[in-house]
T-cell receptor, first 111, second 112 residues
Framework: DAGITQSPRHKVTETGTPVTLRCHQT?????MYWYRQDPGHGLRLIHY???????DKGEVSDGYSVSRSKTEDFLLTLESATSSQTSVYFC??????????FGPGTRLTVT | GQQLNQSPQSMFIQEGEDVSMNCTSS?????WLWYKQEPGEGPVLLIA?????ELTSNGRLTAQFGITRKDSFLNISASIPSDVGIYFC????????????FGGGTRLMVKP
């Protein structure tokens, strides 16, 4: 257990509305990640952070932004949600040894 | 991006049988990770491998880091119904050590 919580766990929102997902960790890990998981595509990296205020894009970053103002919190924002962003979103943190540990996920539905 | 080829994609086995799955890459990996994901949950790390040739066990699970550093294997002995789930291999490519590449997953179904 890497002490990762995600909120909300489920959300339904309408197209065009902004959405923010929160990831909170208690292990003081430097690296944090946001993934989305879709059938047929597996886990794909959206953005990651390598420290407070330090972030970088992943494989599928278009339409998403992130912020990390504290070590323990990593926020993922959909500025204007689209139906293609309906997915399950996972946060992860990385230990110094390289292993990544995942949160329980947020199921987002954009109608 | 880089791909990890994981096989088989799915397996439907009888309780008590042994299971074997593998993951291959065209590139070298310095670490191999094996995860299990159950419905509605996040992936859970099962085994981490750090050296070529390494063989590591976790209960009924055994994983090996291939000697070429381009493959890894996961075996489950004497399967039980709670082994059901999707198993993923993952690893950080040698030139992108802070990110993981994932295999497509092996869906395991166990018949009691």
């Amino acid at each position: 257990d890497a002490g990762i919580t995600q909120s909300p766990r489920h959300k339904v929102t309408e197209t065009g509305t902004p959405v923010t997902l929160r990831c909170h960790q208690t292990e003081n890990h430097r690296y944090m990640y946001w993934y989305r998981q879709d059938p047929g595509h597996g886990l794909r990296l959206i953005h990651y952070s390598y420290g407070v205020k330090d972030t970088d894009k992943g494989e599928v970053s278009d339409g998403y932004s992130v912020s990390r103002s504290k070590t323990e919190d990593f926020l993922l924002t959909l500025e204007s949600a689209t139906s293609s962003q309906t997915s399950v979103y996972f946060c992860a943190t990385k230990q110094v040894s390289g292993e990544q540990y995942f949160g329980p996920g947020t199921r987002l539905t954009v109608t | 991006g880089q791909q990890l080829n994981q096989s088989p994609q799915s397996m439907f086995i009888q309780e008590g049988e042994d299971v074997s799955m593998n993951c291959t890459s065209s590139s070298i990996f310095n670490t191999w990770l094996w995860y299990k994901q159950e419905p509605g949950e996040g992936p859970v790390l099962l085994i981490a491998l750090y050296k070529a040739g390494e063989l590591t066990s976790n209960g009924r699970l055994t994983a090996q880091f291939g000697i070429t550093r381009k493959d890894s294997f996961l075996n489950i002995s004497a399967s039980i119904p709670s082994d059901v789930g999707i198993y993923f291999c993952a690893g950080p490519p040698y030139n992108a050590g802070n990110m993981l590449t994932f295999g497509g997953g092996t869906r395991l179904m166990v018949k009691p």
